[in-house]
T-cell receptor, first 108, second 111 residues
Framework: KNEVEQSPQNLTAQEGEFITINCSYS?????LHWLQQHPGGGIVSLFM???GKKKHGRLIATINIQEKHSSLHITASHPRDSAVYIC??????????FGSGTQLTVLP | AAGVIQSPRHLIKEKRETATLKCYPI?????VYWYQQGPGQDPQFLIS???????DKGSIPDRFSAQQFSDYHSELNMSSLELGDSALYFC??????????FGPGTRLTVL
C-alpha cells in the first residue's frame, strides 16, 4: 500500500463545476503539499498545510490530521485548471513523498 | 519573484555517457532537493542538501552523485547512463522545513 493515496485518478468536469480531489496518507507528517503539474512537466506548489484550511483564489485546501486526510477543492472550474494535481507529504525527513496524482480535465 | 532555475531543460545522451544537471535555488533558500520522475511515474526523492552538506538520501543510484556549492547551486552528476535513467529531474529549494518550490525540470533522454 502506498503511503499517499489519491482519488480519483482521473476526473473530467464541465467548466464551472465544483471539483474535489482527495488525499489520504498513512504516515505521521509534518506538512502536506498540493502541487500542480502541467503537460511538459513543470510543477507548481499550490499549498503547504499542516492544519486547518487555506484558500487562494478559486482553490481551497483542507487537512484533517486526526483522519490523515486532505482535500483540494476548485470552485468555478475552468479549462485552464486542466492539469495533474499531486498530493505530497513531508514526514520526519524533509523530503516529500508523492501520491500518484489526479489527472483533471475541465471541458469548455 | 525569482524562481528555481534548472539547466539544461532538455538533454539527450547515449548509454554509458555522463550527464551533469544544474540547479540554482531561490535566493536565500538554504535547502535543495533532487527528485526523479520516470515516464508515468510519481516523482521519487533522490538526495537533498542543507547549507552545502548532504542532509538526506533517497533512492539515488551509486552511479549518481551530487553536491551543493558555496553559492548554494547544486549539481547532479550521472555516470554510466542507462536507458532507465530517462526521466524528468526536478530540483526544489526551500528554507529548511518550509514550503518547497520546484524548478521546471530537466528532461533527460538516454538513447
Amino acid at each position: 500500500k502506498n503511503e499517499v493515496e489519491q482519488s480519483p485518478q482521473n476526473l473530467t468536469a464541465q467548466e464551472g463545476e465544483f471539483i474535489t480531489i482527495n488525499c489520504s496518507y498513512s504516515v505521521g507528517i509534518s506538512a502536506l503539499h498540493w502541487l500542480q503539474q502541467h503537460p511538459g512537466g513543470g510543477i507548481v506548489s499550490l499549498f503547504m498545510l499542516s492544519s486547518g484550511k487555506k484558500k487562494h483564489g478559486r482553490l481551497i485546501a483542507t487537512i484533517n490530521i486526526q483522519e490523515k486526510h486532505s482535500s483540494l477543492h476548485i470552485t468555478a472550474s475552468h479549462p485552464r485548471d486542466s492539469a495533474v494535481y499531486i498530493c505530497a507529504v513531508r514526514s520526519s525527513a524533509r523530503q516529500l513523498t508523492f501520491g500518484s496524482g489526479t489527472q483533471l480535465t475541465v471541458l469548455p | 519573484a525569482a524562481g528555481v532555475i534548472q539547466s539544461p531543460r532538455h538533454l539527450i545522451k547515449e548509454k554509458r555517457e555522463t550527464a551533469t544537471l544544474k540547479c540554482y535555488p531561490i535566493p536565500r533558500h538554504d535547502t535543495v532537493y533532487w527528485y526523479q520522475q520516470g515516464p508515468g511515474q510519481d516523482p521519487q526523492f533522490l538526495i537533498s542538501f542543507y547549507e552545502k552538506m548532504q542532509s538526506d538520501k533517497g533512492s539515488i543510484p551509486d552511479r549518481f552523485s551530487a553536491q551543493q556549492f558555496s553559492d548554494y547551486h547544486s549539481e547532479l552528476n550521472m555516470s554510466s547512463l542507462e536507458l532507465g535513467d530517462s526521466a524528468l529531474y526536478f530540483c526544489a529549494s526551500s528554507l529548511v522545513g518550509d514550503e518547497q518550490f520546484f524548478g521546471p525540470g530537466t528532461r533527460l533522454t538516454v538513447l
